[in-house]
């Protein structure tokens, strides 16, 4: 099969790989027919991350045709549409026992390469997955638009750590992909005035599109005090960048005994403002990948409660990923989902 191929840092080749064989009893064979670019992609493409170590296929979020079951498979049948979770959990760890399968204990995830493990993705004709992990897409959902599931569970998931309660006001800070869609979810969920902070005018302007109320170019005004703004801050702020300075000025902008969901983790380490954290009671929250949104997404997507109007950017054959790439980490476009398709 074809493959999109990182050979070395920052370098792609699209190139002939062996077929994915044999099938586990537990696995599916998947067609891939479309496959998301995602920013810890791009990220990783630098080799500062340590997460994507070539050479290797990436690729997390996609959704194809399953071409083949292993012996033991009884859910799902060949030539049927699905998508699938970007983690591959064991379900039998403590964690998965207990219904946490972003913290099950053997993790790995689809696309990623580093020092405990290699799981070449889904940049590829064909990707191997096991069976718990799929979920078929209902006719409504097209493929490009099920790439997307991934990053949009990533979202619901944040939102529903905070457990958002009815009218509370939310600030998102970083308003790329995982930001503008948990927009959307916060918007969903019944939050009341809505935040949206970038140092990106076009972004903002997205962001204002997919439910934002405010709209703060943080690279002329200081977030936090404008979001304050004389009064108290925000109930729930989300942070979708994971760098130092965003991480501060958001915790700047909630209120005393606030909660703030910590979703971006560019930077292994950051500098925390730990006295305000203390002393004014916020509650700062972790939120890893997904848990179990899957199945809740695609049916509010199949019936129009969900809209991704104007989230994908372009849609490219894979074999142009390698400049898709490039593009991307230059940062000169107004790019937010690339979706490439692999060639039959």
Same mark, same amino acid.
């Given at each position: 099969?074809?493959?999109?191929?990182?050979?070395?840092?920052?370098?792609?080749?699209?190139?002939?790989?062996?077929?994915?064989?044999?099938?586990?009893?537990?696995?599916?064979?998947?067609?891939?027919?479309?496959?998301?670019?995602?920013?810890?992609?791009?990220?990783?493409?630098?080799?500062?991350?340590?997460?994507?170590?070539?050479?290797?296929?990436?690729?997390?979020?996609?959704?194809?045709?399953?071409?083949?079951?292993?012996?033991?498979?009884?859910?799902?049948?060949?030539?049927?549409?699905?998508?699938?979770?970007?983690?591959?959990?064991?379900?039998?760890?403590?964690?998965?026992?207990?219904?946490?399968?972003?913290?099950?204990?053997?993790?790995?995830?689809?696309?990623?390469?580093?020092?405990?493990?290699?799981?070449?993705?889904?940049?590829?004709?064909?990707?191997?997955?096991?069976?718990?992990?799929?979920?078929?897409?209902?006719?409504?959902?097209?493929?490009?638009?099920?790439?997307?599931?991934?990053?949009?569970?990533?979202?619901?998931?944040?939102?529903?750590?905070?457990?958002?309660?009815?009218?509370?006001?939310?600030?998102?800070?970083?308003?790329?992909?995982?930001?503008?869609?948990?927009?959307?979810?916060?918007?969903?969920?019944?939050?009341?005035?809505?935040?949206?902070?970038?140092?990106?005018?076009?972004?903002?302007?997205?962001?204002?599109?997919?439910?934002?109320? *405010?709209?703060?170019?943080?690279?002329?005004?200081? &977030?936090?005090?404008? /979001? @304050?703004? !004389?009064?108290?801050? +925000?109930? $729930? %702020?989300?942070?979708? *960048?994971?760098?130092?300075?965003?991480?501060?000025? &958001?915790?700047?902008? /909630? @209120?005393? !005994?606030?909660?703030? +969901?910590? $979703? %971006?983790?560019?930077?292994?380490?950051?500098?925390?403002?730990?006295?305000?954290?203390?002393?004014?009671?916020?509650?700062?929250?972790?939120?890893?990948?997904?848990?179990?949104?899957?199945?809740?997404?695609?049916?509010?997507?199949?019936?129009?409660?969900?809209?991704?109007?104007?989230?994908?950017?372009?849609?490219?054959?894979?074999?142009?990923?390698?400049?898709?790439?490039?593009?991307?980490?230059?940062?000169?476009?107004?790019?937010?989902?690339?979706?490439?398709?692999?060639?039959?």
């Amino acid at each position: 099969m074809k493959a999109l191929v990182m050979t070395k840092v920052g370098h792609f080749e699209y190139v002939e790989v062996p077929d994915p064989s044999p099938l586990a009893d537990n696995e599916v064979l998947v067609r891939v027919k479309a496959v998301g670019i995602c920013g810890s992609d791009v990220h990783g493409m630098t080799g500062k991350t340590g997460r994507r170590i070539p050479p290797v296929i990436m690729g997390h979020e996609a959704s194809g045709i399953i071409a083949a079951v292993g012996s033991g498979v009884g859910s799902f049948a060949v030539g049927e549409r699905v998508t699938f979770d970007s983690t591959v959990y064991c379900n039998a760890c403590e964690y998965c026992r207990s219904g946490r399968i972003n913290l099950c204990s053997h993790r790995r995830v689809l696309g990623v390469s580093c020092a405990e493990y290699h799981c070449d993705g889904a940049m590829a004709q064909f990707v191997v997955v096991p069976e718990h992990i799929v979920y078929r897409l209902p006719d409504a959902v097209s493929f490009e638009n099920a790439a997307l599931i991934e990053p949009i569970s990533v979202a619901f998931h944040a939102v529903r750590r905070a457990r958002l309660s009815l009218g509370e006001s939310v600030a998102v800070y970083g308003c790329g992909i995982i930001g503008l869609l948990i927009i959307k979810a916060a918007r969903l969920s019944g939050c009341g005035t809505l935040y949206a902070v970038d140092l990106n005018p076009a972004r903002l302007a997205v962001a204002g599109e997919c439910g934002g109320d *405010v709209l703060v170019d943080s690279s002329k005004h200081e &977030a936090s005090a404008v /979001i @304050r703004g !004389g009064k108290e801050g +925000v109930n $729930v %702020g989300f942070e979708a *960048v994971g760098i130092t300075a965003t991480i501060k000025s &958001a915790i700047d902008s /909630i @209120r005393k !005994g606030g909660k703030l +969901v910590l $979703v %971006g983790n560019i930077s292994p380490e950051i500098s925390l403002a730990l006295q305000s954290v203390v002393t004014r009671e916020i509650d700062l929250l972790g939120s890893c990948a997904s848990c179990g949104e899957y199945e809740a997404i695609l049916q509010m997507i199949a019936v129009g409660r969900l809209r991704l109007d104007g989230l994908i950017s372009a849609v490219a054959p894979l074999s142009e990923g390698g400049n898709w790439f490039r593009r991307l980490s230059e940062g000169k476009e107004q790019l937010l989902k690339v979706i490439l398709q692999p060639e039959a």
